[in-house]
């Protein structure tokens, strides 16, 4: 039960809650977190806030949706909309592969009266420096989550930052204003994009989406996107191969701009309950590159619809 206090003590997109909406999240947080330290993972806490310029010009989305606040001299600082850059922000100096999981809130503004919370509770997994492929860290990521995540009802959805970044990189797009385009499903601003510079699949990506996009988009691809899609396609392949219910979608980007990637997202009553990929490209952005790969399940829509 949520409760909304109509009296207005309460800011509008914070909720109080009472009884299972407190007991449950908890104990999906602290079973997942137990699980992960039997199984070698390192847990980490980082602090509720950091300084702005780790996250400027990161997100996709408006900024404003940032809470910021000044530190004790000055400094502008945000409230954590993200557990994948201050992992990135402690581990950048490391050489040695690591596990990491985590679980706790994250903040960012949502659109006045959408219902949606400003904190929304998370938990999530991350590989750096591994060898292993992919679709097994998305196994694994299943595999640590089956007791809190059902898998009857969720469907899996791959894309690929890269062939967005090659699609970019050919048709001579600032990458960044794409993504964001494709982040916020801006079709208007998509086709324009398709027009000017003379590059029709633009327009369609946010399209490809279903078990019929593979073969529409290799019609219409050019070579210099063929790894990608196959990419795409063996994790598609394996992933059903294990009897999960995998398709495409070629228009995801994700949140942030720093996926590199294969792109993961997974739903169920056509609420996205768990998403990532791979981000080999954000490390650099502390100093270091390293390769990198992670999950992270939205506890506030997994609750929407596990009774």
């Given at each position: 039960m949520i409760w909304f206090n109509t009296k207005g003590s309460i800011p509008e997109g914070w909720h109080e809650l009472e009884d299972a909406d407190v007991v449950r999240p908890k104990r999906w947080m602290l079973s997942f977190l137990e699980q992960a330290t039997t199984n070698g993972y390192r847990?980490?806490?980082p602090p509720l806030v950091e300084y702005y310029s780790h996250y400027q010009d990161l997100a996709l989305f408006d900024e404003s949706a940032y809470y910021r606040l000044f530190g004790n001299d000055g400094e502008l600082l945000v409230m954590r909309p993200d557990y994948t850059l201050q992992i990135a922000r402690k581990l950048a100096d490391g050489n040695e592969p690591m596990r990491v999981a985590y679980a706790?809130?994250?903040?960012?503004?949502?659109?006045?009266?959408?219902?949606?919370?400003?904190?929304?509770?998370q938990l999530g997994l991350e590989w750096i420096d591994g060898e292993a492929a992919d679709t097994e860290l998305i196994e694994s990521f299943l595999s640590m989550t089956k007791d809190i995540m059902p898998r009857q009802g969720l469907r899996?959805?791959?894309?690929?930052?890269?062939?967005?970044?090659?699609?970019?990189?050919?048709?001579?797009?600032?990458?960044?204003?794409?993504?964001?385009?494709?982040?916020?499903?801006?079709?208007?601003?998509?086709r324009e994009l398709a027009v000017t510079y003379d590059y029709p699949l633009i327009a369609k990506l946010p399209f490809l989406i279903g078990d019929s996009a593979v073969e529409?988009?290799?019609?219409?691809?050019?070579?210099?996107?063929?790894?990608?899609?196959?990419?795409?396609?063996?994790?598609?392949?394996?992933?059903?191969?294990?009897g999960l219910n995998a398709s495409y979608d070629f228009g995801q980007t994700g949140d942030f701009d720093y996926y590199s990637g294969l792109t993961v997202t997974g739903t169920m009553d056509g609420r996205r309950v768990f998403s990532g990929?791979?981000?080999?490209s954000l490390y650099g952005?502390?100093?270091?590159?390293?390769?990198?790969?992670?999950?992270s399940l939205d506890l506030e829509q997994l609750g929407e619809v596990v009774i």
């Open positions: 847990v980490i806490e706790g809130a994250v903040y960012r503004r949502t659109p006045k009266h959408s219902g949606q919370p400003h904190e929304r509770q899996i959805q791959v894309g690929s930052a890269a062939l967005v970044a090659t699609i970019a990189e050919t048709a001579g797009i600032p990458e960044r204003t794409l993504r964001q385009y494709l982040a916020l499903r801006n079709l208007e601003s998509l529409e988009l290799k019609q219409a691809a050019d070579t210099s996107l063929m790894d990608n899609i196959a990419g795409v396609e063996r994790a598609v392949e394996h992933l059903r191969a294990i990929g791979r981000y080999d952005h502390f100093g270091q590159s390293r390769r990198a790969f992670g999950l």
